[in-house]
Nanobody
Framework: QVQLVESGGGLVQPGGSLRLSCAASRSSFSIASMGWYRQAPGKQRELVASITSGGRTNYADSVKDRFTISRDNAKNTVSLQMNSLKPEDTAVYYC???????????WGQGTQVSVSS
């Protein structure tokens, strides 16, 4: 059983920055990847960014060059630095963790990111 604690959302103006964090409740050597999905009203869920235990990263085209995902394997924590935020980034962001072998997925509670003037 894994629980994820997600934090860092809020309201910012266009061009501003936020940093999201997600921490697993307990350590594990069996984490395949962690990252964030986001979902805005009336839109499909999309994968924003992910990072494997080995450090390989992937980004949605819409956030590439603006967002940076990083991890601290010792703490089983990932962070998403979001710069140059746009109104289109407004959504609920859900942290996820995927275990290796079984590919079981765990979800954070979600955090609201709102970008508006």
């Amino acid at each position: 059983q894994v629980q994820l604690v997600e934090s860092g959302g809020g309201l910012v103006q266009p061009g501003g920055s936020l940093r999201l964090s997600c921490a697993a409740s307990r350590s594990s050597f069996s984490i395949a990847s962690m990252g964030w999905y986001r979902q805005a009203p009336g839109k499909q869920r999309e994968l924003v960014a992910s990072i494997t235990s080995g450090g390989r990263t992937n980004y949605a085209d819409s956030v590439k060059d603006r967002f940076t995902i990083s991890r601290d394997n010792a703490k089983n924590t990932v962070s998403l630095q979001m710069n140059s935020l746009k109104p289109e980034d407004t959504a609920v962001y859900y942290c996820y963790l995927r275990l290796t072998v079984t590919s079981t997925i765990y979800w954070g509670q979600g955090t609201q990111v709102s970008v508006s003037s």
